[in-house]
């Protein structure tokens, strides 16, 4: 998917608007508990004002249901961005659209660059989600280029995300990734249409319902697919297997029976699992084979036979994409599995390691390998769109290179 950049055109002069993802976590009083999605926008910012642009950014905060709501606010990020990026002056707008942004953005001065204005946040007006295009015509007006950092809301068709660009193009300007979503594109792209092989997926997770399309497309595409979580149950239970209690969805075996018909040789489920009484960090945990698990017991980890297994098939593998945990990580006596592939695929020297965002990203930052794999996606919804082949309305939208 060939896509035009932030370098493919020179912003000196200009107001450029860039969709960031400052969707942040905020503490009980409204403070930054983590400012990882702040600070992977700085590439991006500091490369357009370092040539002479004038920056409007745009980003959502929460679920505030289309109205302001002071929690929701994203006046901590604009406080903590400025720390950040000490050299330019930046200033917080009070709304998304209206009198107060008009007068912030109208007094940035091509001959004066090096501004940033911070949008409030985009769902506080109800247009924003809906993709209205009132609401997009109006916020469009503040940029003479469209720029999109903001992979993890490519796979919604927003209006920030998509009409906006519209809008922009429609009066001549630029509509270009920035560095994190031309990285996504590069590792996610390569990796569905040109991957080298063996090329292995692994997914994981709770449910088989989420990722239906995602197993079908990859089945296609893949040398293996290594499968673990709440999803392995169902599969399990479709060959027949008793599960005790684990979590298994029933409405879903049909369609988990034909994904194995379909996946042949392919598909490696767990051999054996941790199995404990009760969902709870302390429960009573013991290792058994998957065609003995005791119907008063749950599976809430693969086992180490199955560790075993598919290290041996990651060993191989010159391309690997994960997404999705293999066990209840969050509880340490059934992390084991997620970390073990966390680590396995750390020590690939020699292949392409994606790791597809949500809780497998939050597993590889809790192990402390996140320098050592290739790529960590900055979106788990966006990726797993990206995987099951469908258009992200939000990348389709860029200019093509």
Known sequence: MNKKTIRDFDPKGMRVLVRVDFNVPLDEHCQISDDTRVRAALPTLQYLLERGANLVLMSHLGRPKGKPDPKFSLAP???????????YRLRMASDVTGPNVDILVGAMSADEPGNVVLLENLRFDPGEKKGDAEFAAAVATYGD??????FGTCH??????????????????PVVAGFLVEKEIEYLGSAVADPRRPFIAILGGAKVSDKIGVISNLLAKVDGLLMGGGMANTFLAAQGKEMGTSLVESDALDTARTLLDKAGDSLHLPTDAVVASEFAANADAAIVSVDDIPA??????????????FQDVLSEARTVVWNGPMGVFEFSQFATGTFAVAETLAGLDDAVTIVGGGDSAAAIMQAGLTGQVSHVSTGGGASLTYLEGKLLPGIDVLDEA
Request: glycine share 6%; proline share 4%.
């Open 77 to 87: 990020v604009a406080h903590h961005l400025q720390t950040l990026l000490p050299d």
């Open 145 to 150: 280029a469209y720029v999109n950092d903001a």
């Open 156 to 173: 919604r068709a927003h209006a920030s995300m998509y009409a906006v660009a519209q809008a922009v193009r429609a009066k001549g300007g």
């Open 296 to 309: 008063d017991r749950m599976m809430l980890d693969i086992g180490p036979a199955s560790v075993a297994a």
